[in-house]
């Protein structure tokens, strides 16, 4: 099944840095959302993007959406301590969500 | 988030033994997944369901089944637990009114077998 491909793997950051992680994938989509998961609890949703959107801003997070290159961004700005977490890009057909091996973001005090 | 459960948190089994993960959900949404995630990798479908009367498989089904006992339950069993399933499980629900396609997962269950 598809699967989007996050980069980097992990990404160490200080806290008030900005970070910024990628997906990319191979077919086509209806729309891609982004997830974060704390330390083996339950993923969050994040924000959906739909396929005919080029950017969306959820407080500071900006996701991006580039369906020629198949790829998007996920940008958390003046990232915080509780930013710490591990990010999936989800790509969504069908109601069904397939999962990248996300980007693991430290945020260091 | 509390309006999905998932029992047990914590479940340590013996190679052979039958074992069953329930999920509840009061969020009143009409689609269930069961979902298994190994460390360093994302997270994989088990099954699915869309309704009640709705069974699918995911992508990695081979060893387990499922019931959808009502629109807020669904139970995932592994019929003969082996090593190789010791994994985190994640059960999610998804609402299709209005075209909504963001998942809500309940907090998941460490499952180790031995």
């Known amino acids: 099944s598809q699967q989007g491909e996050e980069d980097p793997q992990a990404l160490s950051i200080q806290e008030g840095e900005n970070a910024t992680m990628n997906c990319s994938y191979k077919?086509?989509?209806?729309?891609l959302q982004w997830y974060r998961q704390n330390s083996g609890r339950g993923l969050v949703h994040l924000i959906l993007i739909r396929s005919n959107e080029r950017e969306k801003h959820s407080g500071r997070l900006r996701v991006t959406l580039d369906t020629s290159k198949k790829s998007s961004s996920l940008l958390i700005t003046a990232s915080r301590a509780a930013d710490t977490a591990s990010y999936f890009c989800?790509?969504?057909?069908?109601?069904?969500?397939?999962f990248g091996a996300g980007t693991t973001v430290t945020v260091r005090a | 988030d509390a309006d999905v459960t998932q029992t047990p948190r914590n479940r340590i089994t013996k190679t052979g033994k039958r074992i069953m993960l329930e999920c509840s959900q009061t969020?009143?949404?009409?689609?269930m997944y069961w979902y298994r995630q190994d460390p360093g990798l994302g997270l994989r479908l088990i099954y699915y369901s869309f309704d009640v009367k709705d069974i699918n498989k995911g992508e990695i089904s081979d060893g387990y089944s499922v019931s959808r006992q009502a629109q807020a339950k669904f139970s995932l069993s592994l019929e003969s637990a082996i090593p190789n399933q010791t994994a985190l499980y994640f059960c999610?629900?998804?609402?299709?009114?209005?075209?909504?396609?963001?998942?809500?997962f309940g907090p998941g269950t460490r499952l180790t077998v031995t």
């Open positions: 999610a629900t998804s609402d299709t009114k209005g075209a909504k396609y963001e998942q809500y």
């Open positions: 989800a790509l969504s057909n069908d109601y069904k969500l397939s």
């Open positions: 077919t086509s989509i209806n729309n």
């Open positions: 969020k009143g949404h009409d689609r």
